[in-house]
């Protein structure tokens, strides 16, 4: 009797993403624009308490940076120098170890965003 054959499984994301997937997403997202914690929560379809850690976070590692408008109470959210570094490593690893071709589109894009 012969083994059963593995298939390999495409993987596709789901509802749920993970806090590294989360994190890609805001500092994304605040590359070329600063954006408040609301504009993040609607786009990006997070729930409050899931931003305010993930952003916390963000802040604490310095790959995101908070530049306030007290008079308004709004704060808004950029990303660092630091925080390109930290995407541009991430887009090395995911093309160097889980995609079949050599660069992908979104880190070719990205390498020219830098």
């Given at each position: 009797?012969?083994?059963?054959?593995?298939?390999?499984?495409?993987?596709?994301?789901?509802?749920?993403?993970?806090?590294?997937?989360?994190w890609?997403?805001?500092?994304?997202?605040?590359?070329?624009?600063?954006?408040?914690?609301?504009?993040?929560?609607?786009?990006?379809?997070?729930?409050?308490?899931?931003?305010?850690?993930?952003?916390?976070?963000?802040?604490?590692?310095?790959?995101?940076?908070?530049?306030?408008?007290p008079?308004?109470?709004?704060?808004?959210?950029?990303?660092?120098?630091?925080?390109?570094?930290?995407l541009?490593?991430?887009?090395k690893?995911?093309?160097?170890?889980?995609?079949?071709?050599?660069?992908?589109?979104?880190?070719?894009?990205?390498?020219?965003?830098?």
């Amino acid at each position: 009797m012969t083994p059963p054959t593995i298939r390999p499984r495409e993987w596709t994301p789901g509802p749920r993403r993970t806090k590294y997937e989360r994190w890609v997403e805001l500092l994304e997202a605040c590359i070329w624009e600063s954006r408040t914690q609301s504009w993040l929560m609607r786009h990006l379809g997070l729930k409050t308490q899931m931003i305010k850690e993930d952003i916390q976070f963000l802040l604490d590692a310095g790959l995101f940076e908070q530049i306030d408008a007290p008079e308004a109470g709004i704060y808004v959210f950029k990303t660092t120098e630091k925080g390109r570094e930290a995407l541009n490593q991430f887009y090395k690893l995911v093309t160097q170890f889980f995609t079949s071709e050599p660069t992908s589109k979104r880190h070719a894009a990205f390498l020219l965003m830098s």
